[in-house]
Structures are given as structure tokens and as C-alpha cells.
């Protein structure tokens, strides 16, 4: 047999065998390929692809899939990253507008220049994402009606949830029109109402009955509801001020600040004088001022801790300072100063920072003798809110998920759920959106008779260190459109107008994509050893081959590539 | 050629060719640059290739009788051969009518600053039309890590041990090159891989001879993590050690790649060859560095104006 035949017939993987010299070819050629080594049996370290957690992600309260839906705004695909963030969150239109970004504070890339701009990714998402048709109302699996009280972001959110599962769902809003703190405590110029309608048009779309002006323990009984529905879910909200105990706290001229947003925000005229004081440092107090300021008054917020411990979104409160809100840091009323049961003005005393209190910021303490007057024309307090149970039988007190209260229980034969700040006391959007789909999941369970699901590991979370700098360089991130300070503060028109599409994918390019393969190449291109191939989105890699060399790991931007020791 | 499956159908990074023309289970130490920068050349160069190998790692890399790494006719040859064996080859194909085929002479450090260096340099003074590659690792690697004279300053090699470090500076091999005034040099990294391609893919659309100076991490013989190849090799460009350039008929120099110009310690201090270096050798390799820089920067400038 010749060596030629005989090269043909070979498998480029056998190893060449000759049964006698004479076998062998006159000079050294070559009659099989490297492959017949399986250099495998090198390797002490096994490189494994192993997605992880990006920070953002679990930092999200409502579990959004951040680097998820970047990756689709990166390839211009909107509507699919709009869906993506509807598995999460009903509203990323909203919530891409006034949610308090916990995601952005822990991004990775603010070590190397600025965080992302998620929530104006989310912004681009929901806006542009949304395609215009409505949602496809899912088909109705079950049976049981459920009755959600409040329609508020929590409600809301429940709502949703539950009718994708496929039930019947009907909001109860005792305001005239649904959205609860969503309509009234964010003013138009941060969430324009029009937003507000197009999302809630789409819950319609899903089927969800609204209710509104029925305010449950006044137009219609908690026990009534029970008659026509399985379950009831609680989400009623914080709509109620904490009050201050303030000598001649009850003058005309003194306001409450949610009150306050909810009158101007249904469109009524309030009257308010020019010297105007705002108690409280949340972001009720930046909204109530900032409300002030466009209604023709010059309001100084004054807030008995400095700007370093103000619970407020800190955008909220740059906007504030530019706008010319004034603050006084370090002071608190003690006394409404009124003649004639009209507001004159306040006294107030100077306050310094103590030992740190249960909440961990550091408490204030008045100084002595450092009382001082302010004249006013109206006094807001926005010093926190608290949810108004007196619907409820006396001394019920609510926290998240089913509601076990004896009293509740005794009273009413339906299963009873809360979720929202009513329940949980967490005051923001996101994660009243977050406890009302933990409410809907629940209700399922137990309509459905499901166990409690196991408690998720403590999942992988991609730190910093893990980042291959070798592959980003610092570059701003984007600054979306916006009106400038004399365009906006005599108006409520929106001031953020948003990344255009060629912006968001500007910055959707600076997302690390921590833990979470973006095809990115560099593994199999670096392989010394060719061991690893690609299939579509996956790689493979060819343990046959593969020497465990590390290079794919160490080149892998954003750690996917785990090296696992080798069992002997 | 043997049919085998290729193992990337599209191109990588959406610009490297498709062709995988080296096989796995090649016998390259765990992270070798030179068997990365192979990988890469042939992508570039395509199947109508004979590799043309004096005595170096590559010897061994390619598998022993009867077996071998590469998909392309591969002639192995005496250590100083290297460069008039691949003209001979030119010469046989041309006569053949086979022209179009191109010859890679593929030598390490030692066949060509050292000991090919001669052959080279008659084959570029006819100007034979092969393509010599340098894959360049700064020793003797695979005999047991000797010194060349392509090993820097004060590196450690089993032949200039930590207390008797290497006292002659890296010999200056494009220089030496562009001195023929062969029609291309170049200078590439495994690190970036499509500079490399490029590089490839222009030497082989010129006639005549082309010489291309490959930076080569080693493990082993640089006492470096086998996982720190690439990013050696980037340092390396990075720290304007290496940097990538090329050359035109000797005259026209261009840099290809604007280093951020890291310091130089960022590379050495991954490296145990280097490990015994005192701030004052750091700080002497550093100033030789920039100045070196100087001069390539002047050289680019004059062609340029």
C-alpha cells in the first residue's frame, strides 16, 4: 500500500501506526495530524463558562434584568428590551423616570469613570420600546377573582402580575382616576400624566377592571368585597403626613406636603404667598418645594440634619439648588408664630448631629439658645408619610403578604394580602412595584395551593476587581436632553427629554456586562490551543484539547470564564 | 490536505478570517504566544502556504514524525537554513508554475538574530520573495532557556543567571532589516490579532522579501502565569517596549498602534526573569525605553513631512 493511499484513509484524530519498518515512508512525512494528541490530559485547571451576577441586577428591588435589557438597547433592539423589563416591572416608562437607581450606585463602572445612566436606558426602553399597539390580553386560566385595593404603583403592579397569570383582576382607587402617589405625589414636570395614561391604558388592555372613586371603608365596606371576590390584596399606600407636633400647627397658611402636590397635581389654583418654608428632607419636601418655586414662591427647604443624610433622590436635590430652592441645613420649627389664626411665620431652633440613631444616620440635637424667626406666607411639612388604615378594624397593623392579623381574620372569611407602603413602609416606586409582584406571586400560590417556593442562593456577584480594564476605557456617560433653569421653573413641563436611540447605544457600549457573555470573541480568538468553537451564542470548549492555560479567563472582559481545578 | 472541520465558520471579532489552518493537540507549552501567533498567520495567509521551520520551539510545537499541527505543507530544515531554504522553495514553486504559493520561513529569536541571521540576510539583499517571521520569545526556549542576542538587558536566562544578568542590550533586528531596504518590516503582538492579520495579509500581496517581528510571551522561559501571555504581550506593546510599526523599502516608518506608553514596571513585574531588577535597573530600562521611542517617533515624523 502506498503512503499516499494510505494518508487518505487516515482519521485526523488516529494515531499512525506502522506494523513493520517496511511500512514506513522512505523519509519523514507527515501521515496524520496533531490531533491524534489529546493534550487534555495537561490540564490541571478547567475553564468553565459560568454566567454571574451583575451588581445592578441584585441590586434592584424589583429584580430587573438590567444588563439584559442594555444588551438589546446595545443592538438597537428596543421593543425586545421594553419586553425584557415587563418581565420585572410593569412600567419601565415610569420607573426610567423617577425610580431612585439603587442599580446605578452599585455599578461597577463608576470605579472606572461614571456609573451607567440605567435609568435613562430604561427611559429609552419604555418610550421608544413601546410599539404602539396594545398588549395582547392573556388567555383567562383561572377562575378566582381578586380585588386589589389601591392603585398605586403596588396595586398596580400586583394587577398585572396577576392578570399575565391569567386572572380577574379588579382595581379599587377611591381618588377619581387610578395611579395613586404615581398621579398625585410626583409632579407632572418629573412624570408628565400623559406617561401615566399610556401605561395604564396597556394594563386595560390586559383585561384589569378599574374602579375608581370607590374609597373602600367609606363608599363600600371591606366586607362587601369579599362577597364578590377570592382574595383581596391591600395596597393602599403612606397618603397620610406625619404630623409635627407644633404649637399653633393648625393656622391657616399651614400645609401638608403631600396634600399640597395631590391638590396642584388634580389642577386646582393654590394660593400661596412668596415666603414659603418646606420641613423635611425626603422627596416630598424637593418635590413641594420645587412645586412652590413654579408657582411663583421663593421656598427655602429647611431640614433639621445636613444635605449628606437627606433621604431624597440626590437629583432631586441638585435640581432643587439649581432651580434657586434655598436650603437651611441644621434646623427644625418648634413653634407656628400666627395672629389671628393666620400664619405669620416660625420659629425655629439650630440643631447639631449626634451619636447615630436605629436608622444609622447621625441624630440631630437642638442647641440651646439658637432659637431664630423666619416670616412666612405658608409653611409646608413634608417630614414623611404613613399609610391611613382607618378603613381597617382598630389596631390592625399590616406588613407584606398574607395578612394573619387575629382581628382581620375573625372579621372577613377571604384571604387577605398587603403589599406597597402600606405594608412594607419602603417609599419608592420601584419597590412598591417590587412587593406587588411578591403580593401577586403570592396570592397564585395560594389560590393554587403551591408550596413556598425555596429561598434563592446567595447568588455570584462580579466585583470590580473581576473586570478586565485592558478592555474599557473611561469615557462620560451620556447626558440626555433637558430644559435649562429659565425654561423650566415657571412651568411643569418635563425637564428630562432623554437619550435619543444613537445615545443610549452610545452608553449601552460602556456597560461592562458583568458576569454575562456578550459574544464578545476574545476567549476563542485567544486560545492557543483552538479548543474552543462557537455555536451561535454559545462557546464550547474542547476538553479533548484544551491544555487549561487560563488564557480565555484572564481575557474574558467581564468574568463568564470560571477555572476550576481538575479532579485528580 | 486532510478534511477537517474548521472550527470557527465566521469570522472572528467580526473581522479575523475564518480559516483554522492549526490543529489542535500541538505540543506548545500551556499559554504560548508563538503558537497563538501561528494560528493567527496562517489565518492570514491562507491555505496556499508552505511553512518553511529551522530548529526552535516550532520544531517541536508541530508534532513529531509522522504527525503534524499544521494543514499547510511544512518543511523542516536546518537551524541557520531558514531563510535561504524558503527562497530555494520560491524558486522550485516559481519554475513550477506554482508561484502564487507563498513561502513562511517561521524561525524563532536564536535562528534568526543568531544564528540564521547570515542566510537572512542574503536572502534579503537578493530580495527573494518569502515572508520570515520572527516569532520572538528573547531566548533559547525550548533547548532549556539560553540567552540570544534577542534577550533584553538584565533578563535572566539560565546562561546569565540573577547574579551575572544579561549586560548587552537587545539587538535591534528591524533596524537591521529596513537596513536592506526590504520592501516590508513589521513588527506584531498576539495581543492584537487583527494589526497582526493585517500586517500578514499586506507582506503577502508584496513581492519580495518581508520580514515580520513577532513579540512572543513565553511561561515558561519568562517565569510568567501561562494565563498572562496575551496580556504580556500587550503590556508590552503598551509599555512602548515592543511597539508596533512598520517599514517601507527600509525608508517609510509608520506606528500602527499608539501605546499609552504604561511604565515600564507594568510588564517587568509580571515576569520572573526580572524578578532580581533594582529600581535603578527598572528606572535605566525605562529611560531606554522612552528614548527608543524617541527615535522610532523621529523616524515615523521624517517619512511623514
Redesign the interface.
Known amino acids: 500500500m502506498s503512503t499516499k493511499a494510505k494518508?487518505k484513509e487516515?482519521a485526523?484524530?488516529r494515531v499512525?501506526a506502522f506494523a513493520s519498518e517496511r511500512e514506513m515512508?522512505p523519509l519523514?512525512?507527515?501521515?496524520?495530524?496533531?490531533?491524534?494528541?489529546?493534550?487534555g490530559s495537561?490540564r490541571y485547571l478547567r475553564p468553565v463558562y459560568e454566567e454571574k451576577e451583575p451588581p445592578c441586577n441584585h441590586a434592584c428591588p424589583a429584580g430587573n434584568d438590567i444588563r439584559g435589557f442594555i444588551a438589546l438597547i446595545l443592538k438597537g433592539k428596543l421593543a425586545e428590551a421594553r419586553e425584557l423589563l415587563c418581565e420585572t416591572n410593569p412600567f419601565p416608562a415610569i420607573t426610567g423616570r423617577v425610580c431612585h437607581h439603587p442599580c446605578e450606585l452599585e455599578c461597577n463602572r463608576q470605579k472606572l469613570d461614571e456609573p451607567l445612566s440605567i435609568r435613562a436606558l430604561e427611559r429609552l426602553a419604555g418610550d421608544e420600546g413601546y410599539n404602539g399597539k396594545g398588549l395582547r390580553p392573556p388567555r383567562r386560566r383561572h377562575k378566582e377573582r381578586i380585588a386589589i385595593v389601591g392603585s398605586g404603583p403596588a396595586g398596580l403592579s400586583c394587577a398585572y402580575f396577576l392578570a399575565r397569570k391569567g386572572y380577574q383582576v379588579a382595581i379599587f382607587e377611591a381618588e377619581r382616576k387610578p395611579g395613586g402617589m404615581l398621579r398625585w405625589g410626583i409632579p407632572e414636570y418629573r412624570l408628565p400624566k400623559a406617561v401615566l395614561e399610556r401605561e395604564l391604558a396597556l394594563l386595560r388592555d390586559l383585561g384589569i377592571e378599574f374602579k375608581a372613586g370607590l374609597r373602600v371603608g367609606q363608599d363600600l365596606r371591606l366586607e362587601e368585597l369579599q362577597a364578590g371576590y377570592d382574595t383581596i390584596f391591600l395596597a393602599v399606600g403612606a397618603t397620610a403626613g406625619v404630623e409635627l407636633e407644633l404649637p399653633g400647627g393648625e393656622a391657616a397658611g399651614v400645609l401638608h406636603g403631600l396634600e399640597f402636590l395631590k391638590r396642584v397635581n388634580f389642577g386646582e389654583r393654590v394660593e400661596l404667598g412668596e415666603r414659603v418654608a418646606v420641613i423635611g428632607g425626603g422627596n416630598t419636601a424637593m418635590d413641594a418645594a420645587r412645586v412652590a418655586l413654579r408657582l411663583g414662591a421663593k421656598p427655602v427647604v429647611v431640614y433639621r440634619r445636613t444635605r449628606a443624610e437627606m433621604p431624597a433622590i440626590p437629583e432631586e436635590v441638585e435640581a432643587a439648588l439649581e432651580e434657586g430652592v434655598e436650603f437651611t441645613f441644621l434646623a427644625a420649627p418648634i413653634e407656628v408664630l400666627t395672629a389671628n389664626g393666620q400664619l405669620k411665620g416660625a420659629r425655629f431652633i439650630k440643631m447639631e448631629l449626634g451619636p447615630p440613631d436605629e436608622t444609622g444616620r447621625r441624630r440631630p440635637m437642638p442647641i440651646k439658645g439658637s432659637e431664630f424667626k423666619l416670616e412666612l406666607d405658608n409653611l409646608i411639612l413634608a417630614v414623611g408619610e404613613r399609610p391611613d388604615l382607618s378603613f381597617l378594624p382598630e389596631g390592625v397593623k399590616l406588613r407584606e403578604g398574607r395578612v394573619n392579623d387575629p382581628v382581620l381574620v375573625e372579621a372577613l372569611r377571604a384571604p387577605i394580602f398587603a403589599g406597597g407602603d402600606a405594608a412594607t413602609g419602603a417609599g419608592t416606586v420601584v419597590e412598591a412595584i417590587a412587593s406587588g409582584r411578591r403580593g401577586a406571586e403570592a396570592i397564585d400560590r395560594h389560590l393554587r395551593g403551591l408550596p413556598e417556593p425555596e429561598p434563592e442562593r446567595e447568588p455570584v456577584l462580579v466585583p470590580f476587581e473581576r473586570i478586565n480594564l485592558?478592555y474599557f476605557e473611561p469615557r462620560p456617560r451620556a447626558q440626555g436632553r433637558a430644559l435649562a433653569v429659565p425654561e423650566r421653573v415657571t412651568n411643569f413641563e418635563e425637564i428630562e427629554l432623554g437619550l435619543s436611540l444613537e445615545q443610549g447605544q452610545l452608553e449601552a457600549e460602556r456597560c461592562f456586562s458583568c458576569g454575562g457573555c456578550n459574544q464578545?470573541?476574545?476567549c476563542?480568538?485567544?486560545c492557543?490551543?483552538?479548543?474552543?468553537?462557537?455555536h451561535d451564542d454559545q462557546y464550547e470548549v474542547?476538553y479533548?484539547?484544551c491544555?487549561?492555560?487560563?488564557?480565555c479567563?484572564?481575557?474574558c472582559p467581564r468574568w463568564v470564564i470560571s477555572?476550576v481545578e481538575e479532579e485528580k | 490536505m486532510?478534511?477537517?472541520k474548521q472550527?470557527?465558520p465566521?469570522p472572528?471579532?467580526?473581522v479575523?478570517p475564518t480559516d483554522?489552518l492549526?490543529?489542535?493537540?500541538?505540543?506548545?507549552c500551556?499559554?504560548?504566544?508563538a503558537?497563538?501567533v501561528m494560528?493567527y498567520a496562517l489565518k492570514a495567509l491562507g491555505e496556499r502556504t508552505i511553512a518553511v521551520i529551522p530548529a526552535c520551539c516550532w520544531t517541536i510545537i508541530?508534532?513529531a514524525?509522522?504527525?503534524?499541527?499544521l494543514?499547510v505543507p511544512?518543511f523542516?530544515t536546518a537551524f541557520e537554513t531558514a531563510a535561504s531554504a524558503a527562497a530555494g522553495i520560491k524558486a522550485g514553486l516559481e519554475v513550477l508554475g506554482k508561484g502564487d504559493i507563498t513561502v513562511l520561513a517561521w524561525a524563532g529569536d536564536g535562528g534568526t538574530f543568531d544564528i540564521g541571521l547570515q542566510a537572512l540576510s542574503g536572502a534579503a539583499e537578493r530580495n527573494d520573495d518569502i515572508i520570515y517571521v520572527c516569532y520572538d520569545n528573547e531566548a533559547y526556549m525550548n533547548t532549556g532557556i539560553q540567552r540570544s542576542s534577542a534577550t533584553p538587558w538584565r533578563a535572566w536566562t539560565t546562561t546569565t543567571p540573577t547574579r551575572h544578568p544579561k549586560d548587552e542590550p537587545k539587538k535591534d533586528m528591524m533596524a537591521i532589516m529596513a537596513a536592506h531596504r526590504i520592501p516590508y518590516a513589521a513588527t506584531a503582538s498576539?495581543a492584537y490579532?487583527e494589526d497582526l492579520v493585517r500586517k500578514m495579509q499586506k507582506a503577502k500581496a508584496i513581492r519580495g522579501t518581508k520580514f515580520i517581528h513577532i513579540i512572543s510571551p513565553c511561561?515558561p522561559g519568562w517565569k510568567s502565569?501561562?494565563?498572562?501571555?496575551?496580556?504580556l504581550a500587550?503590556l508590552a506593546v503598551q509599555t512602548k517596549i515592543f511597539p508596533l510599526y512598520e517599514v517601507e523599502n527600509g525608508l517609510k516608518w509608520r506606528i500602527t498602534l499608539e501605546p499609552k506608553g504604561l511604565p515600564v514596571e507594568e510588564y517587568l513585574k509580571l515576569q520572573g526573569r526580572f524578578r532580581h531588577l533594582s529600581p535603578e535597573e527598572i528606572r535605566k530600562i525605562q529611560e531606554t525605553v522612552d528614548a527608543e521611542w524617541a527615535r522610532l517617533v523621529a523616524k515615523a515624523k521624517a517619512e511623514a513631512s
Open positions: 494518508a487516515l485526523p484524530d499512525v515512508p519523514a512525512v507527515s501521515l496524520g495530524t496533531s490531533l491524534a494528541n489529546k493534550t495537561w485592558d464578545c470573541d476574545n476563542i480568538t485567544y492557543p490551543d483552538v479548543a474552543i468553537s462557537r474542547d479533548d484539547y491544555k487549561g492555560c487560563g488564557i479567563a484572564q481575557e477555572l | 486532510i478534511e477537517i472550527s470557527s465566521y472572528l471579532r467580526g479575523l483554522e492549526m490543529l489542535s493537540g500541538h505540543l506548545a500551556q499559554g504560548c504566544g503558537a497563538l494560528r508541530a508534532g514524525f509522522p504527525y503534524s499541527a494543514r511544512l523542516h498576539p490579532p511561561p502565569a501561562s494565563e498572562l501571555s496575551v496580556k500587550r
